[in-house]
């Protein structure tokens, strides 16, 4: 399948990108191996670190949730490939990786009936050039409750830093309100996913 490419870091935020530490979140999800690299994964205190992509809206709902008191409701226009973007709780610092190592990326998910999304990982370098994407299965939204959603995908050769996202897989025919909670991205033990499809690099940006 020939991978779809969006250009993760917007141009001004990545003389940022190299100034900033690494510092891992807690608690790596089961089987994830690992730590878990981001900082605000169930947005209890606010939606730090959540982009909307593509024209999309979120906001913290403290009405629903999957664990915890909160979730991230994602409002997503009618356009292929919206949803929303998992970065440093900074909102410009992207989440560093090492190349040839396995990552596990998963969430809890509910939405609107019928509509189709999948998870990605955008690869870039430690300098945040764009490098690859690499796609997930593609799932149906769950409706009523939430269901959780994972894949596991191989950093490519020179990567050194990581966009995971959430996003429409086709464009939906109408808007669709989504809510995410328990944004899980960690080091993968005994992973053996292949890497992915190498792409051209797009001028495509997130909008917060």
């Not at 900082?39 to 915890?68: F, K, M, W």
């Not at 009523?144 to 050769?157: I, R």
């Not at 309100?177 to 993968?188: C, K, R, S, Y």
């Amino acid at each position: 399948m020939k991978a779809i490419v969006r250009l993760a870091a917007p141009v001004a935020a990545l003389a940022l990108l190299l100034a900033v530490t690494a510092c891992g979140g807690s608690g790596g999800g089961p089987g994830s191996g690992g730590d878990n690299l981001l900082e605000n994964p169930s947005a209890e205190e606010g939606i730090e670190g959540y982009l909307g992509h593509n024209n999309v809206s979120i906001r913290q709902d403290t009405t629903t949730a999957s664990q915890g008191k909160a979730s991230v409701n994602v409002s997503i226009s009618d356009a292929q490939g919206a949803g929303v973007q998992f970065w440093k709780a900074d909102g410009v610092t992207m989440t560093p990786v090492s190349g040839g190592q396995g990552y596990r990326f998963s969430l809890d998910v509910k939405g609107d009936v019928g509509k189709s999304m999948r998870l990605e990982v955008l690869w870039h370098s430690s300098g945040g050039a764009f490098l690859e994407t690499s796609l997930g299965p593609i799932f149906f939204l769950p409706v009523g409750s939430f269901s959780q959603e994972e894949f596991t995908a191989v950093a490519p050769d020179g990567a050194g830093l990581a966009v995971p996202q959430l996003v429409t897989d086709a464009a939906p025919g109408q808007a669709i309100t989504v809510w995410v909670d328990n944004v899980q991205f960690a080091q993968a033990s005994g992973s053996s996913s292949p890497a992915a499809t190498a792409s051209p690099a797009s001028t495509a940006s997130p909008t917060p």
